[in-house]
């Protein structure tokens, strides 16, 4: 097999992550090999497997594989193949069906497993070794779905070290909304990255300078002195419109559940209550229920980027902005398009909380892509939520 060559930094695009699923790094699970429509233009989904356990409390491994801790949490199984419900507020671990055999040494003759033997594998050659994050997906988060990606002997969760060997698992909290899952239903999406580049703040407003990455809500970019860096880029909520307008959705309690391969097929009205506009530039936020506003800014991610948006922290501990999403190249469109809001999931703990139009709310974390993927995110690979402005995940029935 040929050679895998990587020759610059950065997050891994599609066409790479092919040739590592060609050879073997990545896999699927005998039934349930990797399927075309799992690749993104700089990440993979990740498929739920075949049964669910439900456990007393979070944890990481440590010292200790995930199925020994989940020897000690356990409280049930259950099989996902045809359908299961997986209930609010409680903790399930689910292995996921894909798995990795990440090399020990950015040169390697690895060999992985094949029907108990042994076939050698491309060599990976490339100047650093190969590391791997994970995210939920968009519509993870609009619908209030805690997960995180935990791997054996991990002290993180989400962050997979290089060498890692073994199967992946998906810890699953849902927070609103009752959920049916089944097996091969995507949560998550995964990215490897050869070195870890993110951008400086300099860099960020260089980029933005040349080939704008934040617009006004008229579609003009915004002017350098406007644009906020601290280690990444900050973006801020929306709450002015036009009167009787939508702002935002807060989550109702004790609705009916929601089935995840159900698409476009649920009343707005029955699950979410509306949040219209007014005269005033605030909005006080219960403690513990869930919201969904958009951003002030319109962002777009450039071909030769990739970037996460990250909880802004506002020191208090009080205010949880948003589940770490990652935003694949090509969100937005080109400069052209004026770039899309980012949709903002919001909580308020312990404490009622004041927020106020244009209040920073996260920021944006820049990386390179080691090379432009052969696609970008868009309507050619019929991705969600391309323009979006305040949008609801594509379970609900959009306003037309």
Known sequence: MQDIVLRTKGILPVQKLKELVGAGFISGSKDHPIEENQFQPNSIDLRLGERAYRVRSSFLPENESVNQKIE???QYSFSIEDGAVLEPNCVYIIPLLESLNLPQSH???DKVPDNNSEKEVARLIS?????AKANPKSTTGRLDIFTRVITDYSHRFEEIEPGYKGKLYLEVVPKSFPIRVRTG????????RHGLQVLSDEELLRVHGADPLLFHSDGSPLPMDKVKVNNGLFMSVNLQAESDDILGYKAKKHRDLIDLDQINHYEISDFWEPIYATNEDHLI???EAFYIFASRERCRIPKHLAAEMIAYDTGSGELRTHYAGFFDSGFGGAVSDKGARAVL???SHDVPFLIEDGQTF???RFEPNMENPDFVYGSSIKSNYQGQGLKLGKHFKQPS
């Open 285 to 287: 936020l219960e403690p």
């Open 185 to 192: 239903n995507r949560l998550n999406q995964l990215r490897l």
């Open 127 to 131: 100047n650093e070794n190969l590391s």
């Open 362 to 364: 996260c920021s944006m």
């Open 72 to 74: 000690k949490l356990l």
């Open 345 to 347: 999931e919001v909580r």
């Open 107 to 109: 040169f390697t003759n």
